[in-house]
Structures are given as C-alpha cells and as structure tokens.
C-alpha cells in the first residue's frame, strides 16, 4: 500500500510562475485536504473535499486552487505565486468523519 | 475556527508528565491527536468521539469533554520518543463543514535525559 503519495517533493518557484502539487491515495478515502505549514507553525487548511466533485475552502483559500475529478487524486493548483506561498504543504486523506488522517510526506516549495 | 492548543511548549524531564490541552469554540464531533517529528509529516496517535470517552496509546492518553468543547492529551513517564510537536484536530459538528478537519497550532515538547 502506497498511502497518500505527493510529488514533488522540492520545488523552486520564480515570483508569477504557476505550479500544480499532486496527491494520489489508494486507500479510497472519501475526504481528501491540502495543508501549508509554515516554519515552527501549526498546518493551516487551505482546501478540503469530501468526495468527487466537492471541493470547499479552508482557511487559507486565497492564491490556490483544487478540483477533484476521482476519489484519488486531489490536486493544489498554484497561479501567479508569490513569496508568501513559500511553505511546506502536506496532502491528507481519510475514510470519513471517524477515521484517522493519513498524511503525504510534503512538499517543500520556495518561491523566489 | 481552529482550536486553541496551550502551553505553546513544554520542556520536560525523562518520566516526568505533561498535560497538554486542546479548546474549540465550536460544537464537536471528535477530536484527533498527532504527533510530527522534525522533517516528517504527523503521524495520528488517536482520535476521541463525542462522550467524553478516554483513549490511550503507550502511555499516551486523552480525553474529550463535548460539553465544554475540550480536550486534554496526558504524557505520562515521558519518553526520550516522545519528543515532538502535538497538534490537535477538531471535526465540527455543523452539516455545512461536516469533514472539515482543522488543527490547533501545536504543542512542542522537548523530553530532556
């Protein structure tokens, strides 16, 4: 079993670039999130969906973009980034309501 | 909203115990905690579901009370392993956010010899 796979696991952005962060599980979990984690900061929820087709906002929307057209993938779009969006951003996923969080090993994105 | 986690951190003696507490303003479903290591993404060490129920993992332990929106995560005889930062996650209870899993800002322990 794979888990929640995330790639790339670096990247170096120039200011304005654009960039898609993927996330795939095989574990058919209905709930899919993405999370940014900041330096010695707590993961702040940027997008969440709990199945194909429903995507909703998190706390930190603004910049990013998610669509989820199969239950194992969920990809982040990025457009236009900014330095701001310098962070480490972990996918999740779970089976529902009652079941723990499965998490990718991140991305450490930098934008220049 | 995302929960409120207290003390920020904790530095601790090996077999000495913490408490570390976790606050919402908002009705809750469950209650999750992970642990993340530097560099490495959390790892789930459990999950608490409205009733006030008690869980525990080694000598890690927690508990939810629904009616005050809190819960505590108990390190007893701390271990040099358990060092690491503790985040909590909160499910909402409301139908418009069901699934919406949030997390506190952490709790840093450092377990010192």
């Known amino acids: 079993n794979a888990g929640v796979t995330q790639t790339p696991k670096f990247r170096i952005l120039k200011i304005g670039q654009s960039m898609t962060l993927q996330c795939t599980q095989d574990m058919n979990h209905n709930y899919m999130y993405w999370y940014r984690q900041d330096p010695g900061m707590g993961l702040k929820l940027i997008y969440y969906s709990v199945g194909a087709g429903i995507t909703d906002k998190g706390e930190v929307p603004n910049g990013y973009n998610v669509s989820r057209s199969t239950t194992e993938d969920f990809p982040l779009r990025l457009e236009l980034a900014a330095p701001s969006q310098t962070s480490v951003y972990f996918c999740?996923?779970?089976?529902?309501?009652?079941?723990?969080?499965?998490f990718g090993q991140g991305t450490r994105l930098t934008v220049v | 909203q995302q929960p409120v986690q207290s003390p920020q951190a904790v530095i601790l003696r090996e077999g000495e115990d913490a408490v570390i507490n976790c606050s919402s303003s908002k009705a809750l479903y469950s209650v999750h905690w992970y642990r993340q290591k530097h560099g490495e993404a959390p790892v789930f060490l459990m999950i608490?579901?409205?009733?006030?129920e008690q869980k525990g993992h080694e000598k890690i332990s927690a508990s939810f009370n629904e009616k005050k929106q809190q819960s505590s995560l108990y390190l007893t005889a701390s271990q040099l392993s358990y060092s690491g930062t503790y985040f909590c996650g909160t499910d909402p209870v409301t139908g418009d956010s069901w699934g919406k899993l949030q997390f506190g800002a952490g709790t840093q322990v450092v377990v010192t010899p």
């Open positions: 608490l579901l409205k009733g006030g």
């Open positions: 999740a996923s779970r089976r529902q309501s009652e079941a723990e969080a499965f």
